[in-house]
Each structure stands twice: as structure tokens, then as C-alpha cells.
């Protein structure tokens, strides 16, 4: 009985110490997000920055900042890299500045201008430029029905 009461003290020792918690994950995404942005391989960062998401339950200013960052440059590759469809609409192009537009809202509804001056300006600088192109596509939709 003693033998069979360690073996199952050393299952339960060896599982919990190799076991990752959520939040180890959460960082272990983001960094493959980081790295993976910096190639300019904005879907693989935006898929990571989503499982970071998952795994905390929440989002943080530090993976809103990297969403929006990867989102604009994956609509602004469309925009040089993809021709105009024959309406003139793209829909994972227009999708794309619409989610950007979306995640700069939580940016904001979250962020103090305080705690990073740069990042909070360079994102409200980016907000101009989504909230135009967003709109504009929206605007699109609703002429076409």
C-alpha cells in the first residue's frame, strides 16, 4: 500500500511539475508572436497573439499593441500586393482595417496615456488611419445592398 501511495504521490509530483500553467503559455505565445511579426508574417502573429489571448482569458495592452501593429501591416500588404476585385472590394482586405479599428478601441478602453506615451501615440496615429479605411468600407458595403 505504502509502495503504491508514493508511486501515486510521484505521478501526481512529476505531472504538476512539468505541467505548463495558462499563463506560461500565454508568454511562450506572445514570444513566438514577436518573433514571428518581425518576419513580417502578420497571420502566424495574429493566430499566436489569439492563443495568448485564450490562454489568459483576457487581452493586456501588450498584445493589443502587436494585434493592431500586425493587423495594419497585413492590410497594408493587400493594399500593395493584391489587385482590386472587379467591385472594388476586398473582403478580407476591408475585414482586416475593420478588425485593426476594433482592437484599437480595446486599446484605448484600456490604456492610459501615462504608462506609454510612445506606444499610446503611435497607435493613435495608427487609429486615423484604420478609422478612415474602415469606414470607407464600410461605406462600400452599404452601397452595394
Known amino acids: 500500500m505504502k509502495k503504491f501511495l508514493l508511486l501515486l504521490l510521484t505521478y ?3 505531472q504538476f511539475s512539468f505541467a505548463q500553467t495558462n499563463n506560461e503559455k500565454a508568454q511562450a505565445s506572445y514570444q513566438i508572436a514577436t518573433e514571428v ?4 508574417n502578420y497571420n502566424e502573429c495574429i493566430s499566436n ?3 495568448a489571448e485564450n490562454y489568459l482569458g483576457e487581452t493586456n495592452s501588450k498584445i493589443l499593441y502587436l494585434k493592431i501593429k500586425a493587423l495594419v501591416g497585413k492590410a497594408k ?4 500586393n493584391i489587385p482590386p476585385c472587379k467591385d472594388g472590394i476586398q473582403p478580407e ?3 482586416t482595417w475593420i478588425k485593426a479599428d ?3 478601441k480595446k486599446y484605448f478602453a ?3 496615456k501615462q504608462n506609454n506615451e510612445d506606444k499610446y501615440n ?3 496615429k495608427l487609429s486615423l488611419v484604420t478609422e478612415k479605411q474602415a469606414n470607407r468600407f464600410k461605406a462600400l458595403e452599404l452601397y452595394r445592398k
Open 12 to 14: 501526481y509530483f512529476i
Open 37 to 40: 511579426y518581425e518576419n513580417n
Open 49 to 51: 497573439l489569439e492563443k
Open 77 to 80: 500588404d493587400f493594399d500593395k
Open 93 to 95: 482586405l476591408n475585414s
Open 102 to 104: 476594433v482592437e484599437i
Open 110 to 112: 484600456i490604456v492610459q
Open 122 to 124: 503611435e497607435i493613435l
